[in-house]
């Protein structure tokens, strides 16, 4: 496991084997959308300095408070999500979906079709918008083991924040 900080913007890295397959899991914490550019031009540089070491062929999943608006309209990006997002992209939300091609990682949170209750992630406190910035996303030539992606609303957890929750089915491998 290591970890490494770009400015109070940390990432996690973990790696597990399980069923034959190699795991990786990278948890981070993105720069908010008013964050300045050059913060979030290091983040978005940052992460697939980390993601390029990983092989093809192990399942990477990424996740984390990304707090990027992918949004609905996956013109351009059908490869990586699909319809099912919330509003409009954003700008943190087109580097993330630009990070995400470059990755080969799927939005598991745009894959599945809930009931807007079930997709948003955070609430600012004025309770203006309802927003989708935390996400889980996975290895393109894993998307069939992902079965589901959905917030958890009613969690008892101190943030204000809907945990996101994915279930995710590996078949072992064959050798």
Known sequence: MGSSDIQNHQTVL?????RGITINVI??????????DND???FYEMLPSITVKYPRK???ILLGELNAKVGMDNNGYEDIMGRHGLEERDENGERFANLCV????VIGGTIFPYKRMHKVTWIPPDHTTENQIDHICISRTF???MEDVRTQGGADIASDHHPVVAKIK???KKH
């Open 58 to 60: 192990d399942l990477t």
């Open 170 to 172: 590996l078949k072992p």
């Open 102 to 105: 470059f990755n080969k990682l």
């Open 27 to 36: 948890q981070c914490y993105a720069p908010t959308n008013d964050s300045n």
């Open 40 to 42: 979030k031009d290091q």
């Open 143 to 145: 998307t069939r083991s």
């Open 14 to 18: 973990q790696n597990k084997k399980k």
